[in-house]
């Protein structure tokens, strides 16, 4: 993950079939809770949410 601009950081997968893709962090109060992912379709329709617990 690359920093971008505004919060929004670049997802690149080491294998480039994957997709690159922005995304933010999920954050609350002031700390971050989680981030959303996504890959290409063919991989995966749907993103992964990913949460700290």
């Known amino acids: ?26 954050v609350k109060d002031g700390k971050v809770t989680g981030v959303e992912t996504r890959q290409s379709d063919f991989v995966e329709y749907d993103g992964y949410t990913w949460k700290k617990e």
């Open 1 to 26: 993950m690359e920093y971008m601009d505004n919060g929004e950081w670049l997802l690149s997968y080491d294998n480039i079939e994957y997709g690159i893709y922005s995304t933010k962090f999920i």
